[in-house]
């Protein structure tokens, strides 16, 4: 098991240059066979995984560069394991409930490339080969986006790549920098997050850096103000596009707000918390006014998503254990919810080639098992008790109420307007007689999208009521990271802080 994680990482780019021999009618079955495939792995190492340990298992570490300390370091912790899983769940179902489409060979050896990006960005710890899967994603899905999405595709796609291109050169800059600034301290180039944990940063160099490595992942979660490319990616992409944007890519912010943002540079953490937790209740707010507004069911879940990344922002920056592990499940919760709902929407596209609100009415009657299914994902979007939304926004909320009640009740008021504009998209889609003589003979779910939807919602329910298996791995690990950031703290001030936010002590 000693390379399981990096054959988990490259097993979807092998196969898909071998996906370039299998012929047209072929496929898809060959993408779902290879995602099904990966998605065990994933679980397998889940079996392997220690859940009472925090700290990184499964070290991996192969020379490249060497006297440069440029290696290919793979490890898993408790918060980065289920995004490994999700990755792969979701690009297997995504592949199962894929349609026809026009070039399929070339889309999914797109999406086999994009999986080995997105699990390489989760589970490497060398900064060089981090940002290298970093970039890369931004490859395939430029692709996906430029080739197979709607008229605007092309604007889409060059907005979304220099969004996240200028934000990934800054933290390109904060990563080299700290490497000099290793280099320095203990005279041997070294790139490896874990070494780097052991460097006690100045506050005034904490301050800069910080800036590079969050614009880099502001950008990508995206916060106000810089979300202005997500609705233009999510209405323009193809169905499968915005599901594994949404599901999965956007977490790669946010994760790297707990992965590398806390344990490195703690005092600037404490320092730009109120500016950042404000900017996060602005995104909460006006992202879910701006998704009431809309009559496009995919930008409704689109602006609905970046409510959701403020709540995130604000667990992650609530630096103890309820509100960061809240987060880390919420980033779990919302790539399951948000995937399953961009599918929904692709569903009735596929029949009506519209996504308008006001193109539907009674579709309960025409569709009653795509109703229920929607029902149940949209209880999940909303954060309805004994669903998997809940969980994750109840911890984040709960953890960052210690360090601001009234931020934490202007955050809260995103999930009354969630509920709203949500309910409001299904009463207008569901409820009601059918209308359009065009709706009176749709087809309820076949049998593909079936499989594909049932187990999303089998997860809203059952994660919803039982989310120990994820919990207590996630807490292990976030109470490691959050040790490392109270020992790397060079103020008082913040050490203080940490210990009033409730970090200290037998828990």
């Excluded at 298992?57 to 408790?78: A, E, R």
């Excluded at 710890?125 to 981090?130: E, H, K, Q, R, W």
């Excluded at 850096?209 to 209405?235: C, E, N, Q, R």
């Excluded at 404490?270 to 006006?286: C, E, G, K, Q, R």
Aim: aromatic share 16%; net charge neutral; with cysteine.
């Amino acid at each position: 098991m000693e390379y399981l994680l990096i054959f988990v990482t490259v097993f979807p780019a092998l196969a898909g240059f071998l996906g370039f021999m299998v012929n047209q009618d072929s496929i898809k079955v060959y993408g779902i066979v290879v995602t099904f495939l990966e998605f065990v792995f994933t679980l397998i190492i889940w079996g392997f995984f220690d859940n009472s340990f925090g700290g990184f298992q499964m070290l991996t570490n192969i020379p490249i560069i060497s006297n440069f300390g440029i290696n290919f370091i793979f490890g898993v912790d408790g918060i980065s394991l289920f995004l490994v899983i999700l990755s792969a769940f979701i690009t297997f179902i995504a592949l199962i409930s894929l349609g026809n489409m026009q070039n399929l060979k070339n889309l999914i050896i797109s999406i086999l490339f994009l999986e080995m990006t997105m699990i390489g960005v989760f589970l490497s710890l060398d900064m060089i080969i981090f940002y290298l899967f970093w970039e890369l994603s931004l490859v395939p899905m430029l692709y996906i986006i430029g080739a197979w999405g709607a008229d605007k595709r092309i604007y889409a796609a060059v907005k979304f790549f220099l969004y996240t291109f200028s934000g990934s050169v800054l933290m390109l800059v904060g990563i080299l920098y700290f490497a000099y600034m290793y280099y320095t301290s203990s005279g041997v180039w070294s790139f490896s997050f874990v070494d780097w944990q052991t460097l006690k940063v100045p506050f005034g160099i904490q301050l800069w850096l910080f800036g590079a490595f969050f614009l880099g992942f502001a950008i990508k979660v995206p916060m106000f103000p810089f979300h202005t490319w997500l609705p233009y990616a999510h209405g323009q992409a193809p169905t499968i596009g915005s599901v594994i944007l949404a599901a999965v890519l956007l977490k790669m912010g946010t994760y790297g707000f707990v992965r590398f943002l806390l344990p490195l540079f703690p005092d600037a953490v404490v320092y730009f918390l109120t500016p950042v937790a404000i900017l996060s209740v602005i995104m909460v707010i006006y992202a879910a006014l701006v998704a009431f507004a809309q009559d496009d069911m995919k930008q409704v879940i689109a602006y609905s998503s970046i409510s959701h990344m403020g709540i995130i922002i604000l667990g992650v920056f609530a630096l103890n254990i309820e509100g960061v592990s809240g987060s880390v499940f919420f980033m779990i919760s919302h790539g399951v919810v948000s995937g399953a709902l961009f599918m929904l929407v692709g569903v009735i596209y596929d029949r009506r080639h519209t996504k308008l609100m006001s193109e539907f009415g009674g579709l309960a009657s025409v569709m009653p098992l795509y109703a229920a299914i929607f029902a149940v994902i949209m209880m999940g979007s909303v954060g309805l008790p004994l669903t998997i939304g809940f969980v994750g926004e109840f911890l984040s909320l709960i953890g960052f109420y210690k360090v601001s009640w009234f931020l934490t009740a202007l955050g809260g008021c995103g999930i009354i307007l969630g509920a709203i504009y949500m309910l409001k998209l299904y009463r207008k889609s569901f409820f009601g007689v059918v209308t359009k003589k065009e709706n009176k003979g749709l087809k309820d779910l076949y049998a593909h999208e079936i499989c594909a939807l049932v187990p999303m919602a089998l997860l809203v329910i059952i994660l919803g009521v039982y989310p120990k298996p994820l919990l207590f791995p996630i807490e292990t690990s976030v109470k490691n990271t959050i040790e490392t950031m109270y020992g790397n703290a060079e103020k008082y001030e913040t050490k203080l802080f940490l210990e009033k936010v409730g970090n200290k002590g037998d828990r």
